[in-house]
């Protein structure tokens, strides 16, 4: 029998920078909230506490990560390998999130109410600014995930990514706004099939190394092919990977 498991632990020298960023992604995620609550406090746009509401989410998303770092890194003499797969549990809970984030979008384009709002046009300028900042703060998160081997810190780079379409509708419902044309239920449609496709994948990588599938059929074929081409191999009984 030729048997084993590919797992994703974290390097115990590698966890201490997976929690480092994992403590940045809260940070950063107060500080968002902070900033959108402040300029929907500012233009009493409806749009605006709706972000500010989706990235309190994301707070959520930043302690399910760090909870999940740490528990990561505990070994037993039950589980001396540690609970690496704790983390993957962490991403799963991230993709739910997501999918919770999908159906607040919905929910704001169905039953928001359009009203008359008014705002300077600095508002403008610091939604624009805001925009960016997650998709430059997730793809870091991702270079970190994909060199420590970390799927929740991954998980998280993808959600902040994500972020980035729910800034650009409040800045495209601002100046939907200014001309009165109602761009933002359109807008919210798409933006939550793509926040649903992000977060389905994510749970899906999730759930195959939980259920020891993560690697495919081809590669699990070509590993095999490798082993019985030793001499010393008469035949496999079971493969996992």
């Known amino acids: 029998m030729a048997s084993g498991q590919a797992s994703r632990e ?5 966890a201490p920078s997976v ?12 500080a968002l909230v902070a900033a959108k609550l402040t300029l929907s406090a500012l233009s009493g746009s409806l749009a605006l506490r709706a972000d500010a509401i989706h990235s309190t989410v994301d ?31 962490a991403s799963i809970a991230i993709s739910f999130l997501l999918f919770l984030t999908a159906y607040e979008i919905v929910l704001e384009a169905v039953r928001g109410e359009a009203m008359p709002i008014n705002y300077q046009g600095w508002v403008l300028y610091a939604v624009a600014a805001i925009i960016p900042l997650p998709y430059l703060f997730g793809s870091f998160q991702i270079k970190v995930g994909e060199r420590t081997g970390s799927p929740s810190l991954i998980a998280d780079g993808v959600q902040h990514k994500a972020d980035v379409l729910t800034s650009s509708l409040v800045f495209m419902a601002l100046i939907a706004q200014t001309v009165s044309f109602p761009l933002d239920r359109i807008a919210a449609a798409i933006i939550a099939l793509a926040i649903i496709k ?32 030793a001499p010393e191999v008469v035949s496999i009984k079971e493969l996992m990977a």
């Open 10 to 14: 974290i390097d115990p020298v590698q």
């Open 19 to 30: 929690l480092r960023v994992a403590l940045y992604s809260l940070l950063f995620n107060l």
């Open 59 to 89: 707070v959520m998303a930043s302690l399910a990560l760090i909870l999940g770092v740490k528990i990561s890194e505990r070994k037993s003499e039950s589980f001396p390998l540690g609970l690496y797969k704790v983390e993957n549990l």
């Open 198 to 229: 992000e977060g389905w994948g994510i749970l899906v990588s999730g759930m195959r190394v939980l259920l020891d599938a993560s690697v495919d059929a081809p590669t699990l074929e070509r590993i095999r092919a490798l082993i019985l081409e």
